[in-house]
T-cell receptor
Framework: SQTIHQWPATLVQPVGSPLSLECTVEGTSNPNLYWYRQAAGRGLQLLFYSVGIGQISSEVPQNLSASRPQDRQFILSSKKLLLSDSGFYLC???????????????FGSGTRLTVV | DAKTTQPTSMDCAEGRAANLPCNHSTISGNEYVYWYRQIHSQGPQYIIHGLKNNETNEMASLIITEDRKSSTLILPHATLRDTAVYYCIVLRGKLIFGQGTELSVKP
């Protein structure tokens, strides 16, 4: 079965420090991968998505970047965190349409980031 | 992406059916309607999706109008654990979330 792993669950980082959040998917190949952010009391915002290794599309200009070094690995990074980067970060994956086991997006359990 | 309109909040008595409406008047012929929910501090959970026909699974039923401009998610017997924000999304390539409906199931 397919599973998605996201870590860490919580993170407290000082302003100006770097960030690296990792997401891995098991049990599938060539998934579409997504990073979302949810600020406190707000909706989910799509940040990045990737349809393959090294292919990253950015939805919103910001202080963050994403990379996909392997087929089932998606990394969210920042060189210098801002207070406004605080939020709940979620990774999601979607199988290709021809995989009829999964129809929708599957989300990880998220990382709650607090920048202090 | 086609926009959706949902009520901001709704209440439902425990054990009763919860009917959550969604308007998507600009939907295109090949776009699916997806429903997700997010329980506080968790990632969104897939509920159900449909194109034209009504759909039912172990979690809910989805009723889509004939003109496809609106739909209703039905939780047949709501429980306290169904308290969550429910998102209706028209999918074209990417899953873009709106503000959703905050459903409160009360004893």
């Amino acid at each position: 079965s397919q599973t998605i792993h996201q870590w860490p669950a919580t993170l407290v980082q000082p302003v100006g420090s770097p960030l690296s959040l990792e997401c891995t998917v098991e049990g599938t190949s060539n998934p579409n991968l997504y990073w979302y952010r949810q600020a406190a009391g707000r909706g989910l915002q799509l940040l990045f998505y990737s349809v393959g290794i090294g292919q990253i599309s950015s939805e919103v200009p910001q202080n963050l970047s994403a990379s996909r070094p392997q087929d089932r690995q998606f990394i969210l990074s920042s060189k210098k965190l801002l207070l406004s980067d605080s939020g709940f970060y979620l990774c999601a994956w979607r199988a290709l349409l021809r995989d009829r086991v999964n129809y929708g997006y599957t989300f990880g359990s998220g990382t709650r980031l607090t920048v202090v | 992406d086609a926009k959706t309109t949902q009520p901001t909040s709704m209440d439902c008595a425990e054990g009763r059916a919860a009917n959550l409406p969604c308007n998507h008047s600009t939907i295109s012929g090949n776009e699916y309607v997806y429903w997700y929910r997010q329980i506080h501090s968790q990632g969104p959970q897939y509920i159900i999706h449909g194109l034209k026909n009504n759909e039912t699974n172990e979690m809910a039923s989805l009723i889509i109008t004939e003109d496809r401009k609106s739909s209703t998610l039905i939780l047949p017997h709501a429980t306290l654990r169904d308290t969550a924000v429910y998102y209706c999304i028209v999918l074209r390539g990417k899953l873009i979330f709106g503000q959703g409906t905050e459903l409160s199931v009360k004893p």
